[in-house]
């Protein structure tokens, strides 16, 4: 039986309520929706007409090209990308309105704040079948619903951490006082830290083994000495670190989870190092924002990444470990085991 035809056949009976949705994403386990995407076919099943562009804010190499090129093909739309190095500054942009976004790429801490200040709309999971909320992990997947109102689901989760050139420093390093200590003497002009307030700051606290999560003035003035003692002594403060720690400017930096997976793909020497004294865990979310231009356009690009098999080529692609057990399922062993354990903030 053409795939086509027999994928469309099970999306009838959904939308008819002879079968319910847990029924038809069992039924076609996605597969037939995968089998859509290889025909070439000109829409893509939920998309509906969504013109000729979707608008995304997100991270820096956080997605594969190759799956925008296939969502264009299916639905006549491109993807309209807006990269971002900080929560505060995507917050900003969205607050200070016409951004043009219709789908973006909130962290768990920030979306509670842009639920108070009317930011983001309540999602509408009828329009997003690809997810599955008893397929997510739990611990990393609550912050997306408040009071009972799902406003954002899961994209992927990480740590943050540090990397470090081994070729370059010899000495085994396990610890945020040693990055900080090392950044102001031998490594004087080699290090990066983020540009990006909840990192830096952070973990400017693990030094003194206060909790990331501090707001205590006095822990907080400790970690603000410790910022402007470094900064003469930094390479860069900069998100996107990876081309000087690539091209050899940089030795060590800050650094995210995935980040640390693609820079040791291209480098065998970078090391990903969460600190002794604790640090940070952080979830991702996919968000639409209120009054968005192409609301249809940012549920079709939403429901499509979501799709286990799409997904999973999301992950192999940046590294970050997806929340979703179906996605993991489909991902070899090896890149499972190249993750650093789930940890807390602490």
Avoid at 247 to 274: H, I, M, P
Avoid at 277 to 301: C, H, M, Q, V
Wanted: a neutral charge; aromatic letters at 14%.
């Amino acid at each position: 039986m053409d795939p086509r035809k027999e994928f469309m056949r099970l999306l009838w009976r959904y939308k008819k309520g002879s079968i319910s949705r847990r029924e038809f994403l069992e039924l076609t386990g996605l597969g037939l929706a995968t089998a859509v995407l290889s025909t070439g076919t000109s829409r893509f099943a939920y998309a509906g007409n969504i013109g000729d562009k979707v608008s995304l804010a997100t991270w820096p190499s956080y997605h594969d090209e190759n799956n925008f090129a296939k969502f264009k093909k299916l639905t006549g739309a491109a993807v309209e990308v807006s990269v971002f190095g900080s929560n505060e500054e995507m917050y900003a942009k969205l607050k200070a309105g016409g951004t043009g976004w219709d789908l973006f790429v909130p962290t768990n801490y920030t979306i509670i704040n842009y639920v108070k200040e009317g930011m983001i709309e309540a999602l509408d999971l009828a329009k997003i079948p690809s997810f599955d909320a008893s397929k997510h992990d739990p611990r990393f997947t609550s912050e997306g619903t408040i009071d009972g109102v799902v406003y954002a689901v899961p994209k992927d989760w990480g740590t943050t951490g540090y990397v470090y050139n081994t070729s370059q420093i010899k000495d085994e390093m396990t610890t945020w006082k040693q990055f900080w200590d090392l950044s102001m003497t031998t490594l004087s002009g080699r290090a990066m830290v983020h540009d990006y307030q909840l990192t830096t700051i952070g973990n400017a606290l693990k030094y003194y083994g206060y909790s990331f999560n501090s707001n205590d003035e006095k822990e907080l003035a400790q970690a603000e000495k410790l910022l402007l003692a470094a900064k003469p002594h930094l390479f860069g403060i900069n998100s996107d670190y990876k081309p000087s720690l690539l091209n050899g400017d940089a030795w060590l930096s800050v650094c995210w989870t995935g980040d640390a997976l693609q820079l040791y793909r291209e480098n065998k020497a970078f090391k990903y190092v969460l600190g002794r004294e604790g640090g940070e865990i952080w979830t991702d979310y996919f968000a639409i924002p209120k009054g968005a231009s192409n609301r249809e356009g940012g549920y079709a690009l939403l429901n499509f990444l979501q799709d286990p098999a799409v997904n999973a080529d999301e992950v192999k692609f940046h590294g970050y470990p997806s929340t979703d057990s179906r996605v993991n399922a489909l991902l070899p062993k090896e890149l499972l085991k190249e993750r650093p354990p789930p940890r807390r903030c602490w």
